[in-house]
């Protein structure tokens, strides 16, 4: 069975430093993908980055980046330059299944708390 | 602009009531889910459905039902509402098929059952 890990519930990060939150996951299928969600305070889920198993690069979006280690089973996010902004929860979710898959569900982890000092 | 809403967005009801909470996108997305969100837990799958009259159970599915008889909505059923399903609920869809199949949110649901 496929199982997503966060083993940080909270982190606390000085402003315009560089974050890294932890995530492992655990599948059998060779064909899956990663996504990290951020939640702020007023409760909506945003998506942020994804990541495909058979892509060879590490994901980029801005800030974002996914630092992806097939071998090791995990996909920390990066936040580079942290903002008070992102101060949030966030979320590593896996889904199983080929990218094109009309049928895939996606889990998640626990979440880890992340809190920006000024 | 394509979008996907749940109603109501709180709701306080009693041990033993039936409750719906409604999910209804505009997307045309085939994959369809409901997630309960709890401190802790992180989001976790109820139900989810890959088309109309398919459903599926998730990981915590006893006491909830769902049923798909279009696109567009999947609502959420609590049979008999106890206290242990307090909890935020997340309707969640994606397109399957194309894209990363990443999951479009809807705002959230906060049940609270006495």
């Not at chain 1, 942020?48 to 996010?77: H, V």
């Not at chain 1, 330059?81 to 929860?89: I, K, R, T, V």
């Not at chain 2, 309960?36 to 909830?64: A, C, F, M, P, W």
């Amino acid at each position: 069975a496929q199982k997503i890990t966060q083993t940080q519930p909270g982190m606390f990060v000085q402003e315009k430093e560089a974050v890294t939150l932890d995530c492992t996951y655990d599948t059998s299928d060779p064909s899956y993908g990663l996504f990290w969600y951020k939640q702020p305070s007023s409760g909506e889920m945003i998506f942020l980055i994804y990541q495909g198993s058979y892509d060879q690069q590490n994901a980029t979006e801005g800030r974002y980046s996914l630092n992806f280690q097939k071998a090791r089973k995990s996909a920390n996010l990066v936040i580079s330059a942290s903002q008070l902004g992102d101060s949030a929860m966030y979320f590593c979710a896996m889904r199983e299944g080929p990218r094109y898959s009309s049928a895939s569900k996606i889990i998640f982890g626990s979440g880890t708390r992340l809190s920006i000092r000024p | 602009d394509a979008e996907i809403t749940q109603s109501p967005r709180h709701k306080i009801t009693e041990t033993g009531r039936q409750v719906t909470l409604a999910c209804h996108q505009t997307w045309n997305h085939n994959n369809m889910f409901w997630y309960r969100q709890d401190l802790g837990h992180g989001l976790r799958l109820i139900h989810y459905s890959y088309g109309v009259q398919d459903t599926n159970k998730g990981e915590v599915s006893d006491g909830y039902s769902v049923s798909r008889s279009n696109t567009e909505d999947l609502p959420l059923t609590l049979e008999s509402a106890a206290s242990s399903q307090t909890s935020v609920y997340f309707c969640a869809s994606s397109e399957g098929g194309l894209g990363s199949g990443e999951l479009f949110f809807g705002e959230g649901s906060r049940l609270t059952v006495l």
